[in-house]
């Protein structure tokens, strides 16, 4: 059974950074792909990043340029580097395993709140 657990959101000023953490239990981790997802208040859950076992990485056109996906095999966990944050970055943070199909493999964990203002 997957786990997943988030932490490091926080409030910070537009402009700032924060770091996301995301550790996995429960599945062979260095060669699953790892995404990072968001939900807003009355938004949908949407894909930020994601990457591969070898490192190969996707981007959501939001947050390109401003947000690095990586990971740490050795520690079954995944980051987010999260810089020049805007008030629309404001919203749950999620992680997950997911599938060749897109689909994700666990249950969703309690997220991570970030929380930017202007």
């Known amino acids: 059974q997957v786990q997943l657990v988030e932490s490091g959101g926080g409030l910070v000023q537009a402009g700032g950074s924060l770091r996301l953490s995301c550790a996995a239990s429960g599945i062979i981790f260095g060669i699953n792909t790892m995404g990072w997802y968001r939900q807003a208040p009355g938004r949908q859950r949407e894909l930020v990043a994601r990457?591969?076992?070898?490192?190969?990485?996707f981007y959501a056109d939001s947050v390109k340029e401003r947000f690095t996906i990586s990971r740490d095999n050795a520690q079954d966990t995944v980051y987010l580097q999260m810089n020049s944050l805007k008030p629309e970055d404001t919203a749950v943070y999620y992680c997950n395993a997911v599938a060749s199909n897109g689909a994700v493999r666990g249950s969703w964990g309690q997220g991570t709140q970030v929380t930017v203002s202007s």
């Open positions: 990457i591969t076992g070898g490192g190969s990485t």
